[in-house]
């Protein structure tokens, strides 16, 4: 009698993907159409701009899931508990090559990559009678990536710009030099470097910080994802919607941007409010730099901009009244309610103005966060 529904789900599939552009495949021969100088005269050349590799094939992906729907106490108490997994195997992707070579990369099929995770839905009625009802929900997935293997060419690992993608590790990794913080004698920005014999030491020259990159832990969140609530009563009602995110880091690039020592680059650009902890002879104990518009590594990029990603917003809020049909049958209405409604009401984050849920790995001021919205309006049903 305590059991309303119980029931499995399993499924599984496979797809394709091919964009990586067309006649990838193939190599691209191209022209020096104004010719080049050979003695006296101009001779017309042509020459590959992209190697070809027949061995390229569709990229592959098998995704399964086995699921568990349930309802207790006269289904009082609904939810779903599933866990899935995504393989992605043939992957492409374009190889970084030396540009000596006349091109720069090399598409490939670079090996494989697992999504996996578990996902809880949860929903409970905590009172309901004639008068009154009252819902909670919740909801939290908890995911985890692996690269399986890569490439043989790649040796089990691949460093693209400030990302390295290794066997066994996240792809949601970066790899970035060290941050050592600020000289207290002079105020300029240390970063991490080592000696020939593999000792680190702190310098201002980034040239060196960067032969000293290191890869970061995984960025990914622990869990992410919402939960709210809704009561109706004697003709009012009301609901609020939040989602969250804990567990995880994100680079900051807005931030480093407003972090700047005013070089002539950045002339006429706003300082966030954390430059007033910048270093003085006054405040030699600091971990922001000074501002000096001859000091060009102030807001290099570096793991000082790594922060949690962690947050919690509360994306609608609504209130409404509905009229009682005694009164509005008089009129020939059925149903009249009135409403206010609030979207994208707050973002409560690690850094005011920082918003995670841009991406997993890097958020930046230079796109929007949604707008917030406050209307109101009458719903009328004949």
């Known amino acids: 009698s305590w059991l309303s529904d119980l029931s499995l789900r399993l499924s599984a599939g496979r797809s394709g993907n091919d964009s990586v552009g067309r006649y990838v495949s193939q190599m691209l021969l191209t022209t020096n159409q104004s010719g080049w100088l050979f003695g006296d005269s101009f ?10 590799n027949p061995n390229l094939t569709w990229e592959k992906t098998d995704s399964y899931n086995v699921g ?32 000596i070579n006349g091109y720069s990369e090399i598409p490939m099929n670079v090996g494989s990559m697992t999504n996996s995770g ?17 819902d909670v929900n919740a909801n939290a997935t908890f995911m985890k990536n692996k690269i399986n293997e890569l490439h043989p060419d790649l040796k089990g690992e691949l460093i693209s710009g400030s990302y390295i993608y290794s066997e066994g590790e996240s792809r949601y990794r970066m790899y970035l030099p060290k941050y050592a913080g600020v000289d207290p004698e002079t105020g300029e920005a240390l970063y991490w470097a080592k000696d020939e014999n593999g000792q680190e030491y702190k310098t201002v020259d980034m040239q060196l910080a960067n032969q000293n990159k290191q890869a970061t832990d995984d960025l990914l969140p622990t869990v992410y994802g919402g939960f709210g609530t ?30 700047h020592g005013g070089t002539s680059s950045y002339a006429g650009r706003n300082w966030h409010t954390d430059i007033r902890k910048s270093w003085t002879p006054e405040n030699p104990n600091t971990d ?42 008089k009129f020939q209405v059925s149903k009249l309610r009135l409403f206010f409604a609030a979207d994208n009401v707050a973002l409560l984050s690690a850094r005011k103005g920082l918003d995670p849920r841009q991406s997993y790995t890097t958020a930046t001021t230079a796109r929007y966060t949604p707008i917030r919205t406050i209307s109101g309006g009458v719903n009328i049903t004949f």
Do not use: H
Request: glycine share 6%.
């Open 288 to 329: 922001v730099p000074r501002v000096n518009a001859s000091d060009t590594y102030v807001s290099s990029t570096s793991d000082r901009w790594l922060t949690s990603s962690d947050y919690l917003s509360i994306n609608n809020i609504t209130v409404g009244y509905t009229l009682p049909q005694s009164l509005t049958q």
């Open 230 to 259: 809704s009561i109706s009563a004697f003709g009012f009602d009301a609901s609020i919607q939040c989602s969250y995110q804990l567990g995880g880091t994100i680079y900051d690039s807005g931030y480093a941007s407003l972090m």
């Open 118 to 134: 578990l996902e809880i839905d949860l929903s409970y009625t905590i009172l309901k009678n004639k008068n009154i009802t009252w």
């Open 43 to 52: 001779e017309v050349a042509v020459y590959p701009n992209r190697i070809n």
């Open 68 to 99: 568990v729907d349930f309802a207790f106490l006269n289904n009082r108490l609904n939810g779903s508990v599933e866990y899935f997994g995504r393989k992605s195997g043939d992957m492409l992707y374009y190889k970084p090559v030396a540009p």
